[in-house]
């Protein structure tokens, strides 16, 4: 049967290597995960970035002199605002307007709450940074006012807060970036999903359109070992889809400057062999499913049918985990693709896993790999699949 095996398994992995436009699509289609991660970091690290002046469009700037002088001082550059401020700031063409009433300087003078207006659009994600940044300023120009009236007044300014609230946050760097890049577990599995894909139903269902299925089982060969072959050669190309896909984030990553977003992303080797080993057992489970439709399958666009489907839902725990992150158990683990996701997210975070975790995800998903390879083997021996239904 060994020897049967590795023919079969030779000449698949033969045949779908000379369709060069095929592999290079599949390839290609996993690359799409780390270009959208790149380009959509890439934006988000720009709009982060506190190396930047603050640029302040400033209407009145003559009412508040002291506040402009403290402004310009904290480094902000104040420019003189349009008149159609608004019209600009609602077409994304201006983050945000300080606007400084008339009667500033006489609230001011008398001791009252002087009242300025920060012009905004929160509906806009580029603006928020720039936002941010000017109530900061404006804040800390108020609590500088605010002390000195009371201490010419004779009153320590500590009695006006009388408690003060010291936030200590004991998170670190990696695993903020987990919070922050819950995206790549989904990608890295979808591409362990879509690798595969094509070669599980041309192996199958596409064989029997062509009716070189019939023949092939006319051959002294175990259906066991002829399943067998098939489905390592769809095991081949997810793990090659999942390695490309991995090292196009690992890629990627070095090149964004996350640190613009305050994360930190750990990528030595035994970060990266991590990631690879999480996610690889996906692969034994998602081709023998994929190979289990296929010869289901009534035809090769059923069968394209069915696993769009399926590539479907290895994406709900992914999005479950993103809206809604949880506490990892050791359970969690042992269940396919929930687990991969898991220990993705750990590695990202440099959580210490230990060898336990990746036993669970290798021994579950070779357990139910094993499962449909069974029933794929044993629907074979029906003639109504072997000749097609009706």
Same mark, same amino acid.
């Given at each position: 049967m060994k020897a049967l095996f590795s023919t079969v398994f030779k000449k698949e992995l033969r045949d779908h290597l000379r369709d060069r436009r095929s592999v290079a699509s599949a390839v290609g289609f996993t690359l799409m995960g780390p270009l959208l991660f790149g380009m959509m970091f890439t934006v988000m690290a720009s709009w982060m970035r506190e190396d930047k002046p603050l640029e302040l469009p400033v209407v009145g700037r003559t009412h508040a002199p002291s506040l402009v002088a403290f402004l310009e001082r904290a480094g902000a550059r104040l420019s003189e605002a349009p008149q159609d401020y608004e019209a600009l700031i609602q077409a994304g063409k201006l983050d945000t307007v300080l606007v400084i009433p008339d009667t500033y300087g006489k609230d001011f003078s008398e001791g009252h709450s002087a009242a300025v207006h920060l012009v905004m659009d929160n509906s806009r994600n580029q603006a928020r940074k720039t936002v941010q940044r000017a109530r900061q300023l404006l804040a800390a120009y108020s609590g500088m006012l605010g002390s000195q009236r009371l201490l010419a007044r004779g009153v320590a300014p500590e009695l006006a807060a009388p408690l003060r609230v010291e936030e200590v946050d004991l998170s670190t760097p990696e695993r903020l970036a987990a919070t922050l890049l819950t995206i790549i577990p989904i990608f890295l599995v979808f591409a362990?999903?879509?690798?595969? *894909?094509?070669?599980?139903?041309?192996? *199958?269902?596409g064989e029997r359109e062509r009716g070189s299925l019939e023949s092939l089982l006319l051959n002294p060969v175990r259906r066991e070992a002829l399943v067998m072959g098939k489905w390592l050669t769809a095991v081949v190309f997810a793990v090659v889809a999942s390695t490309v896909c991995l090292l196009g984030f690992v890629g990627v990553m070095t090149q964004v400057p996350l640190q613009d977003l305050g994360v930190k992303v750990r990528l030595d080797a035994v970060a990266v062999l991590g990631l690879?080993?999480?996610?690889?057992?996906?692969?034994?489970m998602a081709s023998a499913v994929q190979m289990l439709l296929s010869t289901f399958a009534r035809s090769f666009k059923e069968a394209q049918t069915y696993i769009q489907v399926l590539?479907?839902?290895?994406m709900i725990p992914g999005m479950v985990l993103v809206l809604s992150p949880v506490q990892s158990q050791t359970w969690m683990f042992a269940v396919p693709v929930l687990g991969q996701e898991m220990i993705i997210q750990e590695v990202i975070r440099g959580e210490p896993l230990g060898v336990l975790p990746f036993l669970l995800g290798l021994a579950s998903c070779a357990a139910l790999a094993g499962v449909f390879l069974a029933w794929t083997a044993r629907l074979l021996a029906d003639e109504r699949i072997i000749f097609g239904r009706s």
């Open positions: 362990t999903f879509s690798g595969g *894909m094509n070669v599980a139903i041309d192996a *199958m269902a690879w080993a999480g996610v690889l057992p996906l692969a034994l590539m479907l839902l290895p």
